[in-house]
C-alpha cells in the first residue's frame, strides 16, 4: 500500500508487512477457531442508526470525563503487551501519542517500558493494569509503584486465570514477554514442551485462584480507584458493584481468552442496565472498535467511552512509532464527530438508545 491510510483498519496490513511473522501472528491473533475473534467486528456490523435531522450540530463536542477526568472524545488506549516488538520506543510512544489526542492511556502489566518510563515521558492521564500472581507481594509493589507515579486508576483484569489457546502462538513459540517492571523481583524465564512460551510463563504465575474476596485485599494496598475488566454477563456485572469497583470493563480480551464468549457489543446492554449497573459506576468497553460509527454504537448502548486495542498497535508498527498511534486515534475521533453530527448530536451526551437499532430490534420490527 503506497498512499496513506485512510481508516484505522489500514493500518492492520501496514503492520502485517513491518513486523517478524511471530509478533504480527501475536498481536492480531485470537483463541482457537477465532470465532469471537471475527464477531467482535461483526455484530457492530448487525447495528444500524437512527439519524435524526435538523438539528443544529454547527459546533459539535466530543469531550466528556471518565472518573473525573476531561478527555477529548470517549476513545482511551487499552493495555496491551510488549509495545517494543512492535516500535523500539514502545509504550512511551504510545503514551506521548495519548497525551497529544488529551485521552487516558492504560499501561499494561506485560509492558516492555517501566512504569517510571512512562511516567516521565509524558503528561496523560495513565491508568495502570493488573495481573495478579500467585506471589502476591509482587502485584502489592507494583501497584504502589503506579500510585507513587501518578497513574490515577487500577484496572484489575480478571478474565485470565490462565492463558487462552492461541494456536498461531503455539506453532510460532512465541517468546515470554520482557517485563522490565519485573526487574530484580521475579524472573520472567519459561520453558515449554515446544509450544508458545508465552502461554508457559503465564500458566506458571498467574494466580488460578484469585477470586471476588481478593478485590478487598486490592482495596487494602491501593487509595486508587479500581475497575474490573473481563465483565460479560449481567450477574457479574451486578457482583461487581456489590463488592465496590469503581467502573467496569465489558470485555472478552479482544478475543483471546475464551473463543465463543459473546461480541461485547452484543452484551453491553444487559450489563448497562436492567437491574445490573444502572449507571452507578462507570462502564467502558472495548472489542472491535475499528470506525467512529463503533464508538458511537456502544455510547448509544450504555458505554461511557471505549479502548481500542489492535489498531493502537498497529499504528505503533506501521513503522511510525507515536505518530502512527496519534493517527489512529484521531482517525477515529474524527469519524465519531461526523457520526455524531450526522446523527443529530452536538454533545456526547446528546447520544441517546434510540440512535441505534440492534439485529434483534430489526427481527422484532418484522413480526
Ligand atoms: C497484543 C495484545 C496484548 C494484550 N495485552 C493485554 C494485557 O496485557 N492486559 C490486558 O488486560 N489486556 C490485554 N489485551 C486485551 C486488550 O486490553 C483489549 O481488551 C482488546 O485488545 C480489545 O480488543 P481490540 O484489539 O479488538 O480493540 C491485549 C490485547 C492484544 C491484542
Ligand atoms: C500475560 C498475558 C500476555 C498479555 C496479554 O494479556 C495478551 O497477550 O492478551
Known sequence: MATEPVNVS??????????????????????EDQQTLRENVEAFRRIT??????????????????????????????????????HPQGEVATAKAAATCNTIMVLSFTSSCTIE????SCNAVRFYQLYIYKRRDIAATLVQRAEKNGFKAIILTADTPRLG?????????????????????????????????????????????????????????????????????????????????????????????????PATISVLEEVTVVHAVEGRVPV?????????TD??????????????????????????????????LEMLKDEFELT??????????DITRRHVRTEHERLLSMM
Not at 503465564?202 to 473481563?230: F, H
Request: with cysteine; net charge positive; aromatic share 8%.
Open 10 to 31: 489500514e493500518f492492520q496490513e501496514l503492520a502485517r508487512l513491518a513486523l517478524p511473522k511471530m509478533y504480527y501472528d501475536y498481536y492480531s491473533g485470537g483463541a
Open 49 to 86: 442508526f437512527w439519524p435524526r435531522i435538523l438539528i443544529d450540530v454547527n459546533r459539535v463536542d466530543l469531550s466528556t470525563s471518565i472518573l473525573g477526568y476531561n478527555i477529548s472524545a470517549p476513545i482511551i488506549v487499552a493495555p496491551t503487551g510488549s509495545h517494543q516488538l512492535a
Open 117 to 120: 518510563e512512562v511516567a516521565t
Open 165 to 261: 489457546r492461541r494456536e498461531a502462538d503455539k506453532k510460532n513459540k512465541m517468546i515470554a514477554p520482557q517485563l522490565k517492571n519485573l526487574e530484580g523481583l521475579f524472573s520472567t524465564k519459561a520453558t515449554s514442551d515446544g509450544g508458545s512460551i508465552l502461554e508457559a510463563y503465564v500458566n506458571e504465575t498467574m494466580d488460578p485462584s484469585l477470586s471476588w474476596k481478593d478485590i478487598e485485599w486490592l482495596r487494602s494496598v491501593t487509595k486508587l480507584p479500581i475497575l474490573i475488566k473481563g465483565v460479560l454477563t449481567r450477574a457479574d456485572a451486578v457482583k461487581a458493584v456489590q463488592v465496590g469497583v469503581d467502573g467496569i470493563i465489558v470485555s472478552n480480551h479482544g478475543a483471546r481468552q475464551l473463543d465463543y464468549s
Open 284 to 292: 467502558l468497553m472495548d472489542g472491535g472498535i475499528r470506525r467512529g
Open 295 to 328: 464508538v458511537f454504537k456502544a455510547l448509544a448502548l450504555g458505554a461511557q467511552a471505549v479502548l481500542v486495542g489492535r489498531p493502537v498497535i498497529y499504528g505503533l508498527a506501521a513503522n511510525k512509532g507515536e505518530y502512527g498511534v496519534r493517527r489512529v
Open 340 to 349: 455524531m453530527a450526522l446523527s443529530g448530536c452536538s454533545s456526547v451526551k
